[in-house]
């Protein structure tokens, strides 16, 4: 039982992902292009979806964004923003320099400049507007509603225009992706609690979620619902937060086949795996797609993803290849980029930075750590895990990787788990702090946690090792869009507040605790770098490179 919630999970939280429209059904904006890496390459290509056909054939070294509004922006060789219409992918649009960007939606996007505010182009990108200095970042337009992080650690939203319609009071809040309707939450009076609030589009509260009875497992409404956990099932809200039926219910007749596991792939098909493979079945649990794939993933409710042996190409629902394009690489409909604003103020910034940071923690991780108590850092698939020793959180423009004593997953099957390890692996027990944010300067938007693994979770033959070490935590914070020297000042200021975090000076940007962990800080080509170890023995010290321009 507790696996299928978990499925669930997941699937509410990708199908929210993959869309950026107001309608209601499982594919709320069905993706025409996706970018590829075409077998025997190492480029990036597009590949339209309808079709079958390669739109831009190893075009790109870098991967494209997602298409939107036939627009989609790549990094070049210089990591600086081009904007390309689809229909001309040799030439981008943008003339001026950008230094990040957001994907267009409602025609517009909104991009950064170096040393500049925010700003709003439209899709011949000419500007339509500049935004307030003190926005840090923004996201992609959705129904008409972008969302602005300030420097007062505060979210907000502005319209196409760049007006601000909803004023940057709330601690997080998620854009309006289904029926003009968002979820946010406001500091309470003592700033102890949060009031998770679910509002329209020009800011009306529509009620507050019971956040003692629900808890969000997935950051926004999707086919008119909001997943939320109780306590150890999921259930489903409307828009006026009253329990309703699950959209993605199972049919009886898949349920009772007894398959390793299925998703409901919407329109009355449900991905099934059967043994190690998967395949497709309708409603009454006749085949559509034969189980001979290794992977399956729908794209819309006719276009699918199969693979096996490492070769993936696009199929229909009878399981007809769809053009003739076989790929080893692809990136799903997933439009999260932020434009981030061109410079920071380094005081802020530095404080921000070492809050992250204790003499015996370092982001929301304790010393003594193992991955059993940091298990949200991880899916359900300990396959994907295997051989790896760091997990990376990215939260541009800071990225914050745990490492560990040993593999985070091994190969063959999960030895048998202890009560007290399923106890502490249940939906609602203690995880990381889901949604983070740097006060001062930092461009992340409201994440949602990985849900938690189930304590036996193994699947292809690899099961997640949970005994393993936390070791070092390493901060990357990148100042490339920023002044050249803000790497150094932020050396300097953070250099002199080290001992108010419990550190001493054991060496030209190392430090050193009493509780026996230590820091190293340096900088190299535009990125911060700190590295926090929990045994100071393990500490090693870090170059510091200047930019040459």
């Not at 962990?517 to 926090?532: E, H, P, Q, R």
Request: aromatic share 8%; net charge neutral.
């Amino acid at each position: 039982m507790k696996k299928n919630l978990l499925l669930l999970a997941v699937m509410m939280v990708t199908i929210l992902m993959a869309s950026c429209s107001n309608k209601k059904g499982i594919y709320p904006e069905e993706t025409k292009y996706m970018p590829v890496v075409l077998q025997g390459s190492t480029k990036w290509s597009i590949l339209n979806v309808e079709t079958g056909e390669i739109v831009a054939k190893d075009a790109f070294e870098n991967i494209p964004s997602p298409v939107v509004d036939d627009m989609f922006w790549v990094y070049n060789s210089k990591n600086r923003v081009e904007i390309y219409n689809i229909n001309n992918c040799k030439k981008p649009v943008n003339k001026e320099t950008y230094g990040s960007a957001t994907c267009f939606n409602d025609g517009y996007a909104i991009v950064s400049k170096p040393g500049e505010p925010l700003q709003v182009i439209d899709k011949q990108c000419n500007t339509v507007a500049k935004l307030s200095p003190s926005f840090l970042s923004a996201t992609m337009f959705n129904n008409g509603r972008s969302l602005v992080h300030t420097d007062l650690d505060r979210y907000g939203f502005i319209d196409t225009k760049g007006d601000t319609v909803i004023k940057p009071e709330m601690t997080t809040a998620v854009g309006f992706l289904e029926d003009n309707v968002a979820l946010v939450s406001y500091s309470s009076a003592t700033d102890s609690t949060r009031v998770v609030s679910i509002i329209d589009r020009n800011g009306k509260k529509l009620y507050d979620l019971d956040t003692e009875k629900y808890q969000p497992l997935a950051p926004a409404y999707r086919m008119g619902v909001l997943a939320v956990a109780k306590k150890d099932s999921v259930v489903f809200l409307d828009h006026k937060g009253k329990e309703v039926p699950n959209p993605l219910e199972i049919p009886k007749k898949v349920q009772d086949a007894k398959y390793r596991d299925c998703r409901n792939a919407g329109d009355g098909r449900i991905i099934a795996i059967k043994g190690d493979r998967m395949g497709l079945v309708d409603k009454d649990n006749n085949i559509l797609i034969p189980f001979n794939y290794q992977m399956m993933l729908n794209l819309s409710s006719t276009r699918y993803i199969v693979g096996k042996d490492s070769v993936l190409m696009l199929v229909d629902e009878k399981g007809k290849q769809v053009g003739k394009a076989k790929f080893i690489n692809f990136q799903t409909y997933s439009p999260q980029s932020e434009a981030v604003r061109g410079y920071i103020n380094p005081q802020i910034t530095a404080a921000n930075l070492l809050s992250f940071i204790d003499s015996d923690m370092a982001c929301f991780a304790k010393k003594g750590s193992t991955l059993m108590d940091l298990n949200q850092l991880v899916g359900v698939k300990p396959e994907q895990y295997v051989g790896m020793k760091q997990i990376d959180q990215p939260m541009f423009p800071l990225v914050y990787s745990y490492i560990f004593d040993s593999d985070i997953a091994l190969p063959g099957a999960a030895p048998a788990a202890t009560a007290s390890a399923a106890d502490s692996l249940k939906l609602n027990s203690p995880s990381l702090k889901p949604s983070l944010s740097l006060k001062g300067d930092s461009t992340a938007s409201t994440a949602t946690a990985a849900p938690t693994p189930a304590a036996t979770t193994s699947s292809g033959g690899a099961h997640f090792n949970y005994d393993a070490n936390l070791i070092e935590v390493h901060m990357n914070f990148s100042v490339q869009e920023c002044a050249p020297g803000t790497e150094e000042q932020l050396f300097q200021l953070m250099s002199r507040a080290m001992g108010s975090k419990g550190f001493s000076l054991n060496g030209d940007g190392t430090f050193i605790s009493e509780a026996g962990t230590a820091i190293a800080m340096g900088y190299d080509n535009g990125v911060f770098k700190l590295y926090y170890y929990f045994d100071a023995a393990s500490l090693k010290p870090l170059a510091k490179q200047s930019r040459s321009n």
